[in-house]
């Protein structure tokens, strides 16, 4: 037996998330039923980032165990003859049999994308929130920086999430302007349900002089969610990439 | 009476192209229903380009002639209301009675893109041309630069194309990478039917080793369309903008 590796890419514009649900079509589902198909035995694979509807990834990541003969490395072409054109696996390889993609020490990087016009772009509307009134980006940084370190973020995660502690640590965060374009990249070592997204749309108030960057400040320290602004919509937050540390 | 200018955005992905033609949907159907629904009353519109099945625009330009008194900058606002999320009017305003969108002096920008990787991504699939082989861009700009200036053009036109002459004036052409993307970025007086595909398809020949830069030049002078290359897929092409000189 062998255990793999798959860094996994997808439009999530018409799935219900990563994880497996009665009724609705999930990321997970779709890598079961085609690895089972194509090295017929039964797979189950196991995610590192249960991605929520909506949402993108170019490298969320996955395991699963196979007694398969085929390379690990060729697995990849083979899947991908399979899936459909909105999910496409980047990269397949063998990782030890005791790897584990989500207890593992990892540093995650999301994008969350905002689309600053007067009118909408048809181009990037699947992966972009579109927002009309002017964005101050340098507020938004200036923002963002009272996030950056090891906080409580209570005030920053779903009521419904059900986690041991809600500290983190934020080792980036960028606000950046290109064109019509703002990106808010984000490099941490753990986000909580809905983290980035509310992140997201904090800061998007804050760029609408809704608030001042220094409420940021005091909306840590409530470490309550009704503090916080509202979460920004699902299909502006791609998953980047998750760098395995150990 | 007045003429008024749209600057129109669109995803080509579900369309048969700009022109009306029986049996399939196209955008200046579209435009016209949604107009004449709008406007009450008749509308035709006339469109500067008549970009291909599945070519992207993110500035085409049409133009239409209305007695409605509502101002012409609000109608881009009332009219994307109404269009579906995959075309999207950017900018609305009157110009003179004797503007036509096709015989004014203009320069138009066109944007090929190519994703050059190993595999697909799912989030540009629409919009890029998937290339898996490594792409020379430095042959590839050494090649495109023969194409730059005013040439005859006969090469690079599909067969099918009606026109009084072939001569083309490109003032620029760069192929410029950006990490896994390509993008071929092209400025000219006009373009014939295919030209800009054709160059893509020819310059891609050219990254992979298939032929000199030099041949591009050799091709020009052939002023025969089975000289070049093959005719790049539509999805990688956008229409960027539409500058009008006089």
Not at 116 to 140: E, I, Q
């Amino acid at each position: 037996m062998k255990r793999v590796l798959l860094i996994v890419a997808y439009d999530g514009t018409e799935y219900c998330g990563w994880q497996i649900q009665p009724n609705a079509i999930t990321i997970e589902e779709v890598l079961n039923r085609e690895l089972s198909s194509l090295l017929k035995e039964e797979i189950t694979v196991i995610g590192a980032s249960r991605t929520d509807s909506g949402v993108h990834a170019m490298g969320n990541v996955a395991v699963f165990d196979t007694e398969s003969r085929i390379p690990a490395e060729k697995i990849s072409y083979a899947l991908n003859q399979r899936l459909p054109q909105d999910i496409v696996v980047q990269e397949s390889r063998e990782v030890p049999l005791e790897f584990h993609p989500r207890y593992t020490d990892t540093r995650k990087t999301y994008e969350y994308r905002i689309y600053n016009a007067t009118h909408p772009m048809p181009l990037n509307r699947r992966y972009s929130h579109f927002v009309y009134y002017d964005l101050d980006v340098d507020l938004m940084q200036a923002a963002a920086n009272y996030l950056i370190g090891e906080h409580d973020f209570a005030s920053f995660c779903s009521a419904n999430s059900q986690v041991k502690t809600t500290v983190r640590t934020i080792y980036s965060l960028d606000v950046i302007r290109d064109g019509h374009e703002v990106i808010i990249r984000i490099n941490g070592n753990g986000f909580l349900y809905n983290m980035v997204r509310i992140i997201a749309g904090t800061l998007i108030q804050v760029g609408n002089h809704l608030y001042e960057p220094e409420r940021v400040g005091w909306m840590l320290e409530q470490k309550d969610r009704s503090a916080s602004g509202p979460t920004a919509p699902a299909k502006g937050l791609t998953l980047v990439k998750i760098d395995y540390l150990s």
